[in-house]
């Protein structure tokens, strides 16, 4: 099992490009999670579905979009990049959004840098 | 949502036993309370949740008092391999979610 994967790896995009950064996992989970993480800071949440056919903000969705295209796919998009959205972006999931049940699972991490 | 408090960093040497607490006071009847780490450039890694008292795997035990207002995580002789940030989660559901600045622990030969 390849676990959760993310592509691509490294992107450089120019203000105002779009992007989408794409996620999938293999393990059936119900949940999945769009985080980013900024140089010496922690994880901040950016949407998550807990569910396919749901999706929620979280602490950070300004200028993000996601879709969960099936159970195993969760995409983010970024319509307009600005320079304030340079960030390691990592994909988790997890069996389902309530504990004991909600062991987090994550990808490798894009790093984009937005000039 | 229930606000977490550990220490920005910490330092031990090979072999010693570490402990990483957490305070977490207004904690709900619901909540559970997790531990992540997470090495330079790799995502977060579970390590272990509880709900009261003790929880023990085969790498890290959690000790949650009664009044579960305070966490610790303990990492039994370390190696130089366990320097990482470790993240303290506590919550039910989206609340458990948020991830704080998490404890540097460097460990020394």
């Known amino acids: 099992n390849a676990g959760v994967t993310q592509t691509p790896k490294f992107q450089v995009l120019k203000t105002g490009q779009s992007m989408t950064l794409q996620c999938a996992q293999d393990?059936?989970?119900?949940?999945m999670y769009w985080y980013r993480q900024d140089p010496g800071m922690g994880l901040r949440l950016i949407y998550y579905?807990?569910?396919?056919?749901?999706?929620d903000k979280g602490e950070v969705p300004n200028g993000y979009n996601v879709s969960r295209l099936n159970k195993r796919e969760f995409s983010l998009r970024l319509e307009s990049a600005a320079p304030s959205q340079t960030s390691v972006y990592f994909c988790a999931s997890s069996e389902g959004l309530a504990p004991p049940n909600n062991e987090q699972f994550f990808g490798p991490g894009t790093r984009l840098t937005v000039l | 949502l229930a606000k977490t408090t550990q220490p920005i960093s910490m330092d031990s040497y090979e072999g010693q036993e570490v402990n990483i607490t957490c305070s977490h006071n207004n904690i709900a009847t619901n909540d559970y309370i997790t531990w992540y780490q997470q090495f330079p450039s790799q995502g977060p890694r579970f390590i272990i949740q509880g709900y009261k008292t003790k929880v023990t795997n085969e790498v890290a035990s959690l000790f949650i008092p009664a009044d579960r207002k305070s966490s610790t995580l303990s990492l039994p002789r370390v190696s130089l391999s366990d320097t990482a940030v470790y993240y303290c989660?506590?919550?039910?559901?989206?609340?458990?979610?948020?991830f704080g600045k998490g404890t540097m622990l460097l460990v020394s030969p």
């Open positions: 989660l506590v919550g039910e559901g989206y609340s458990t979610l948020t």
């Open positions: 393990m059936n989970h119900n949940s």
């Open positions: 579905s807990a569910s396919e056919g749901t999706t």
